[in-house]
């Protein structure tokens, strides 16, 4: 994940549940009742964004889910997180230089059939068949789902807005990007029209972000915490 995001993104990640993450008292009470997998993935990703959120001097804070179960960041923080069986990431970054960001982590396995009906637009099958004709390594069908996940979480804190997989149309370059484009229908007055990713599968895992950056902000300078 480090890899596709670009500096002043704070990015900390384990492929496992370290046995020092913890939750905090304000955290607690949205998983009093989960099993013990939802726990551990729970605790660890917060975990994770802590450590990221050192760098930008907020490495105590609690991340309780607000009403559309997004986590709470800190003033002046924008982030994501995601995880998936065997990974599990957070990104942050300073606010007043990036509008959004999102992240997802997806096992590199086919997306079932039935799944793959309600990610993908006629079109964005016809261009996957394309690339796995060209490409067959990679499960373009997973990349699409992903990709569309990190689009979303990038969307809806600059929006407010729901986006559907149906809503976005993309495109990939199979060296490492991929573009969506909202459908005029989901366009909100003000809002993003395209968005710009980057992708990889590297240890069984396909990892997708996006970041908005704030048109008139400077350059941030690269990230050298060692969360990163």
Do not use: N
Request: net charge negative; hydrophobic share 45%; charged share 25%.
């Amino acid at each position: 994940m480090r890899d596709l995001l670009p500096p002043g993104v704070h990015v900390a990640e384990s492929f496992g549940d370290p046995p020092g993450a913890v939750l905090l008292p304000e955290e607690e009470p949205a998983v009093a009742r989960a099993v013990d997998r939802r726990r551990r993935e729970y605790t660890t990703v917060r975990h994770l964004a802590r450590r990221a959120l050192r760098c930008l001097g907020h490495g105590a804070a609690a991340l309780p889910p607000g009403e559309d179960r997004a986590p709470r960041w800190p003033t002046g923080v924008v982030g994501a997180l995601t995880h998936c069986d065997g990974y599990r990431a957070a990104a942050v970054a300073d606010a007043t230089v990036v509008a959004s960001v999102g992240i997802d982590a997806e096992p590199h396995e086919a997306l079932p059939e039935e799944a793959l009906g309600g990610v993908a637009l006629p079109e964005e099958r016809e261009h996957l068949a394309r690339l796995d004709a060209a490409h067959p390594e990679f499960r373009w069908d997973r990349l699409l789902f992903s990709a569309k996940e990190s689009v979303y979480k990038a969307w809806y804190p600059v929006t407010g807005a729901w986006l559907g997989f149906e809503q976005a149309v993309l495109t990939f370059d199979p060296a490492g990007s991929f573009r969506a484009r909202v459908l005029p229908e989901a366009v909100v007055p003000g809002g993003p029209v395209v968005f710009d990713g980057r992708w990889c599968v590297t240890r069984s895992f396909v990892t997708t972000a996006v970041v908005v950056t704030r048109p008139d902000a400077a350059p941030p300078a690269p990230c050298g915490c060692p969360a990163r």
